[in-house]
Protein backbone atom coordinates (compact mmCIF):
# COMPACT_ATOMS: atom_id res chain seq x y z
CA UNK A 1 0.00 0.00 0.00
CA UNK A 2 1.13 3.26 -1.01
CA UNK A 3 1.75 6.47 1.72
CA UNK A 4 0.57 9.55 0.84
CA UNK A 5 2.90 12.08 1.73
CA UNK A 6 1.88 15.07 4.42
CA UNK A 7 2.70 17.35 2.08
CA UNK A 8 0.16 16.33 -0.46
CA UNK A 9 -2.76 17.03 1.78
CA UNK A 10 -3.14 20.94 -0.08
CA UNK A 11 -3.52 18.72 -3.28
CA UNK A 12 -5.80 16.02 -1.85
CA UNK A 13 -8.66 19.15 -0.99
CA UNK A 14 -7.65 20.64 -4.85
CA UNK A 15 -8.64 16.47 -6.20
CA UNK A 16 -11.45 16.68 -3.56
CA UNK A 17 -12.94 20.01 -4.74
CA UNK A 18 -12.69 19.08 -8.30
CA UNK A 19 -14.45 15.80 -7.91
CA UNK A 20 -17.41 17.31 -5.67
CA UNK A 21 -18.06 19.98 -8.88
CA UNK A 22 -17.59 17.08 -11.42
CA UNK A 23 -19.92 15.03 -9.13
CA UNK A 24 -22.28 17.60 -9.09
CA UNK A 25 -22.48 17.77 -12.82
CA UNK A 26 -22.94 14.20 -13.81
CA UNK A 27 -25.89 14.30 -11.38
CA UNK A 28 -27.46 17.47 -13.81
CA UNK A 29 -26.63 15.23 -16.61
CA UNK A 30 -28.05 12.33 -14.63
CA UNK A 31 -24.67 10.21 -15.59
CA UNK A 32 -25.33 7.70 -13.35
CA UNK A 33 -22.35 5.44 -14.26
CA UNK A 34 -19.85 8.64 -13.83
CA UNK A 35 -21.61 9.20 -10.72
CA UNK A 36 -21.13 5.86 -9.51
CA UNK A 37 -17.43 6.04 -10.08
CA UNK A 38 -16.66 9.38 -8.63
CA UNK A 39 -17.92 8.23 -5.48
CA UNK A 40 -15.90 5.34 -5.09
CA UNK A 41 -12.94 7.61 -6.28
CA UNK A 42 -13.93 9.98 -3.36
CA UNK A 43 -13.71 7.43 -0.63
CA UNK A 44 -10.41 6.35 -2.11
CA UNK A 45 -9.25 10.04 -1.52
CA UNK A 46 -10.67 10.74 1.30
CA UNK A 47 -9.27 7.60 3.25
CA UNK A 48 -5.80 8.91 1.97
CA UNK A 49 -6.08 12.56 3.40
CA UNK A 50 -7.46 10.58 6.69
CA UNK A 51 -4.19 8.77 6.60
CA UNK A 52 -2.03 11.65 5.70
CA UNK A 53 -3.92 13.39 8.44
CA UNK A 54 -2.55 10.72 10.73
CA UNK A 55 0.97 10.86 9.72
CA UNK A 56 1.63 14.30 10.68
CA UNK A 57 0.41 13.53 14.38
CA UNK A 58 3.22 10.66 14.57
CA UNK A 59 5.68 11.65 16.96
CA UNK A 60 9.23 10.17 15.41
CA UNK A 61 10.73 7.49 17.70
CA UNK A 62 14.75 8.12 18.24
CA UNK A 63 16.26 5.02 18.03
CA UNK A 64 19.96 6.01 18.28
CA UNK A 65 22.78 5.43 16.29
CA UNK A 66 24.50 1.47 16.76
CA UNK A 67 28.34 2.20 17.99
CA UNK A 68 30.92 -0.79 17.94
CA UNK A 69 30.46 -3.22 20.52
CA UNK A 70 33.55 -3.56 23.74
Known amino acids: MLQVSPKMLPRLAELE???SLRR???QE????GEIEGIDLTLTF???KQAD???LTRRVPVDLGIPGPRH
Open 24 to 26: KRA
Open 45 to 47: LRT
Open 29 to 32: EQWL
Open 52 to 54: AAR
Open 17 to 19: KDL
